[in-house]
């Protein structure tokens, strides 16, 4: 039986994972503020699912079944019936916890999974404001979700085994991922050492040591990474890259994690990267 998905929030991560369920039989339903957000994810996904047909990942009723999967509202109650409830807003923990308390509700009765796609915040604070803890997990998808195959599993202290092991089953038989889990710690293993790393190459910058191009071209060029730093920080997002260090400078006080002023700068003057148009690179 296709398993009944909700998921909170369709920006580039919502939008991605509510995909990737789709295309793999899942009915989802994907809750965003307004008519126009709908919209936009709506537009996201189909981009997205033209871009599979155009590489030969999907067929043209491949795309179209998926696509008739996927419904878009602005309310909470039609998580009521979801087997399984992903939460992908802005990384703010009084937005994603203001959400687990909703939703908490809204599924008590059906025992729903309930999993946040935080990148750093503690999950035992999203699943401290519910009523049921134990269905609460962090599984963290990566950016672009239909390329990249990994999900971080999270189990808070208070995640019961079963939940543990229905979030697994889903990442795992159901959309095809790997899985990898990590203790319940700001960052979880890949931000714990990608952001210390981003977060150096924005100070080479801002110190005047080396250009943003070159900066990128060392690491593409001399250590194989698909993309730069930079380019790597602006397709995550400058503003998500600034709150994740901010999370993990709060949970550890090291000043490896303290995100730099030019960081700052960019995020206050609106420069968020690659879905703003601007970031270290226009786009
Ligand atoms: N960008 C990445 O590379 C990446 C990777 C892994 C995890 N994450 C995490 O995923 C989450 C989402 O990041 P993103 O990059 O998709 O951000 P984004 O800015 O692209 O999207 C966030 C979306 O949340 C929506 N939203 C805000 N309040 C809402 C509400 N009350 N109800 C429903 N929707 C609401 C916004 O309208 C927006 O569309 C964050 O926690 C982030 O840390 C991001």
Same mark, same amino acid.
């Given at each position: 039986?296709?398993?009944? !998905?909700?998921?909170?929030?369709?920006?580039?991560?919502?939008?991605?994972?509510?995909?990737?369920?789709?295309?793999?039989?899942?009915?989802? !339903?994907?809750?965003?503020?307004?008519?126009?957000?709908?919209?936009?994810? &709506?537009?996201?996904?189909? &981009?997205? =699912?033209? $871009?599979?047909?155009?590489?030969? $990942?999907?067929?043209?009723?491949?795309?179209?079944?998926?696509?008739?999967?996927?419904?878009?509202?602005?309310?909470?109650?039609?998580?009521?019936? &979801?087997?399984?409830?992903?939460?992908?807003?802005?990384? /703010?923990?009084?937005?994603?916890?203001?959400?687990?308390?909703?939703?908490?509700?809204?599924?008590?009765?059906?025992?729903?999974?309930?999993?946040?796609?935080? +990148? +750093?915040?503690?999950?035992?604070?999203?699943?401290? *404001?519910?009523?049921?803890?134990?269905?609460?997990?962090?599984?963290?998808?990566?950016?672009?979700?239909?390329?990249?195959?990994?999900?971080?599993?999270?189990? +808070?202290? =208070?995640? +019961? %085994?079963?939940?543990?092991?229905?979030?697994?089953?889903?990442?795992?038989?159901?959309?095809?991922?790997?899985?990898? *889990?990590?203790?319940? &710690?700001?960052?979880?293993? *890949?931000?714990?050492? =990608?952001?210390?790393?981003?977060?150096?190459?924005?100070?080479?910058?801002?110190?005047?040591? %080396?250009?943003?191009?070159?900066?990128?071209?060392?690491?593409?060029?001399?250590?194989?990474?698909?993309?730069?730093?930079?380019?790597?920080? /602006?397709?995550?997002?400058?503003?998500?890259?600034?709150?994740?260090?901010?999370?993990?400078?709060?949970?550890?006080?090291?000043?490896?994690? %303290?995100?730099?002023? =030019?960081?700052?700068?960019?995020?206050?003057?609106?420069?968020?990267?690659?879905?703003?148009?601007?970031?270290?690179?226009?786009?």
């Amino acid at each position: 039986m296709a398993e009944a !998905v909700g998921v909170v929030g369709g920006g580039i991560m919502g939008s991605g994972i509510a995909e990737v369920a789709a295309r793999n039989g899942c009915d989802v !339903v994907i809750r965003e503020v307004d008519a126009t957000a709908c919209d936009a994810s &709506r537009h996201r996904i189909e &981009r997205s =699912l033209d $871009k599979a047909v155009r590489v030969g $990942k999907l067929t043209e009723a491949e795309r179209d079944d998926a696509a008739g999967r996927l419904r878009y509202v602005t309310g909470f109650e039609e998580f009521a019936d &979801r087997d399984l409830v992903i939460e992908a807003v802005v990384e /703010d923990e009084a937005l994603k916890a203001e959400i687990f308390r909703t939703v908490g509700k809204v599924t008590a009765a059906r025992g729903t999974l309930l999993a946040s796609n935080t +990148s +750093s915040i503690p999950i035992m604070r999203l699943a401290a *404001v519910t009523e049921d803890p134990e269905r609460v997990i962090g599984m963290h998808f990566f950016n672009p979700v239909p390329v990249l195959p990994l999900v971080e599993l999270i189990p +808070s202290l =208070l995640t +019961s %085994a079963e939940t543990m092991e229905r979030a697994r089953a889903f990442a795992a038989d159901r959309l095809g991922k790997h899985t990898v *889990v990590g203790k319940d &710690r700001a960052g979880f293993v *890949v931000n714990a050492l =990608l952001i210390p790393y981003l977060l150096a190459a924005i100070r080479m910058v801002e110190t005047g040591f %080396a250009t943003v191009e070159d900066v990128d071209v060392a690491m593409v060029s001399g250590c194989a990474h698909p993309m730069g730093p930079l380019a790597l920080a /602006d397709l995550i997002g400058l503003d998500t890259t600034a709150a994740v260090a901010n999370s993990m400078y709060a949970e550890f006080k090291e000043p490896l994690y %303290a995100p730099p002023p =030019l960081l700052l700068r960019m995020v206050e003057g609106g420069r968020l990267g690659r879905k703003s148009g601007q970031g270290f690179y226009p786009y």
